[in-house]
């Protein structure tokens, strides 16, 4: 169609626009961020329904539940941050093509993931046989708690089998010291999953 | 670039070659322009089925003691109708429909960010339909489309149904909102700033992290009704020291907003209509643009203005009166930029234009008695009437679904190639606006008078207005019927509308009608405002478009 020069238009080769237009253009980093945010935003809400149900009830824990032993909870978080900084190191090191150094912390990650699952399950059996508390069973408190914290293993589960597939993926060669997205996404998931362990620990154990 | 390399590394997914079978072309489409029609269809088959439960409604107010249906059933009817009008009707034609078609076209891109997401988000939506209406089944969720416990907790399994379908519609509403974002954040054509966006990508930009954001924390509130009321673990019920006002706090924080999610696209829908038809520049774009975004930031603090009654603390009440109060700044801002836009056009009353001045008045009524509910006092005569009940079917009905009525008219050339009969487009318009105005302004006055909403029986005094309104609410139906007649013989036997019927200035009108399955030859590149009407287009890169020129590599591989 006739289209008017302007006075201000460029005689730009369009193929060339084309080109770069196409090339520019990897969006899964930005879509899994925004996938992220709104996981925050789930996270979030549970978090305001417990505080909200917590600042309603008659004090916390509620009457004939025991304080949560926080010295457990604190050592099974720190295998959770460790895990988050060997990621951390195992990335650094896919950049600088130590294959062996990072497949060695990987490995590593995924067993202090696994770890922190089996820290968890000691937790919530104790719980359950010991003080007899549950999910359903202990009112407000059993719900926000295996809920929330539920919900945080649950992440860190599908974590560790995430995190297995992309070893798996890199010792076949679906990475390259250039082109890594899905280990990006990995850490970052990693990452993510630490940081809300930072909000539940202080929620749950501290406050 | 070779075509292996586009394909080949993953980048650039939306180029995709252009499939061959007519199961991956029409049904399994990765193909935005595809993917938005089913969309448009699947809505327009919900609006039929959840028409015809408000029918029924106004069949049993026909009479005082009512005698159609029981009162179980009176119930679980007004409660589908309202979650499939919100969620099945209203924001996947919005967002999933004209969103998915339009804006990227009007972009200037190939397709959406992540066209596979998009299909699956697509086809959540159908299921998630189909699992709410068959909720009726094992008896339909009974505590209207809000589900306040405890109520929901008690209602029949169909109330866990309606839990998981609308979870799911949430997961593809967000799913949408990343992949919209994403799109328009990083795929605009060369040149195509942020205040050269046409203000359908404005509204669609606006409303993309309402989706995102405002959808996950209603996914929260669901799946705790959820868990529930199948593990009896105690969120809710106040008997085992849970809240009833939790799920308000939690329902209404993704449902204010959810209310700019249907209505800012369609706001998005008028901007585009009133300058075409107008043949005006838009007056006031940035005001139009912005406003949006602060209507979405503030539509995100209002939510404890639906529970005055529900014993909010009295130093709570006042802030989210003025918040709300607050929001009728940026939407007057529209309204008045809207009006200043016609004031001096050359205004061509087709009947996409008689939607959108329809529109104009419509919503602005709305919008005040919206402004009157935000007020403590007022809100404690009329909550839980049928002025509530008017109002909300003014800004839904009388705005979003107007909206989509304008947008139709408007975009269906650009989807078919024909355009729809102007004659009964113009008898749909008048049927429509009278039998609306018919139905719903009665009740302005019955809910002030004290008639309850959610009742299939009410005092004989109110029953000559009720009459009133179901005889009108037939005449409403009758437009939509031919509105849909219009439809389905338009598409066969329209007249032959071209690439560009309207003489409209944004870019899905400079490409053919309907679009090339890869929409531009060429990316143009963008040189100012598309609503400037007396100057040439701002574009540069088109002069292939409308010719046998070849097209681009990429999109004719196998």
Known sequence: MAVATLPHAQTADHGEVDRLYAETRDLRLNGFLLFLVSD????????????????????????????????????????????????????????????????????????????????????????????????????????????LTGMHGFHVFVGVWYLTVLLLQSVHGVYTKQKYFGLTAGTLYWHFVDVIWVVLFSIFYLI | MTVAAVHGGGIADHIHPEPQSFIRRYIFSIDHKIIGIQYIITGFVFLVLSGMLAELIRVQLMHANGGLVSNDTYNEIYSVHGSAMVWLVIIP????????????????????????????????????????????????????????????????????????????????STLTGINFLVTILKMRAPGMTFTRMPLFVWAQLATAPLSMVATTALAAA????????????????????GSPILWQHMFWFYSHPAVYIMILPAFGIISEVLPTFSRKPIFGYKMIAFSSVA??????????????????????????????????VPTGIKIFSWMATLWGGKIHFTSSMLFAIGFLALFTFGGITGILLAAVPFDFHVHGTYFVVAHFHYVLVGGSLMGIFAGTYYWFPKMTGRLMNEFWGRLHFWLFFIGFNGTFLPMHWLGILGMPRRVPVYDPQFQGWNQFESIMSFVMTLGILIFFANLLVSIRNGKKGGANPWNARTLEWQIPSPPHYYNFKNIPAVYALPYDFSEPLPYTGLENELTDSPAPATAGAH
């Not at chain 1, 978080?77 to 895990?83: C, E, P, Q």
């Not at chain 1, 590593?108 to 699952?117: K, Q, R, S, Y």
């Not at chain 2, 992540?114 to 068959?134: C, D, E, H, I, Q």
């Open chain 1, 40 to 147: 925050v935003v789930l996270f979030s809400s549970f978090i305001f329904a417990y505080l909200y149900m917590r600042n309603t009830g008659q004090g916390w824990p509620p009457p004939g539940i025991n304080r949560l032993d926080v010295a457990f909870a604190a050592l099974n978080s720190v295998v959770l941050f460790g895990s988050g900084a060997t990621m951390h190191y195992a990335l650094e090191n896919w950049k600088h093509g130590n294959f062996g150094r990072y497949a060695g912390l990987m490995v590593a990650t995924i067993v202090l993931g696994a770890m922190f699952l089996c820290g968890q399950g000691y937790e919530y059996t104790t719980l359950y046989f010991r003080e007899h508390v549950s999910w359903a069973g202990s009112g407000i408190f059993g719900a926000s708690f295996f809920t």
């Open chain 2, 222 to 241: 669901l799946a705790a009704l959820f868990i529930e009321r199948q593990f009896g673990v105690p969120f809710y019920d106040p008997t085992k020291g």
């Open chain 2, 295 to 328: 209507i979405a930031l503030a539509g995100f603090m209002v939510w404890a203005h639906h529970m005055f009654t529900s014993g909010l603390a009295p130093f709570l009440q006042l802030p989210f009166m003025i918040l709300t109060f607050v929001i009728g």
């Open chain 2, 93 to 172: 034609l919005v967002t999933g429909g004209f969103g998915n078609f339009v804006m990227p076209l009007q972009i200037g891109a190939r397709d959406v960010a992540f066209p596979w997401l998009n299909m699956l988000s697509f086809w959540m939506f159908p299921v998630a339909g189909l699992m709410l209406f068959s909720s009726f089944l094992i008896g339909a969720p009974v505590a209207g489309w809000t589900e306040y416990p405890p109520m929901s907790l008690q209602a029949g399994p169909g109330t866990s149904m309606w839990c998981a379908a609308i979870f799911l519609i949430g997961v593809s």
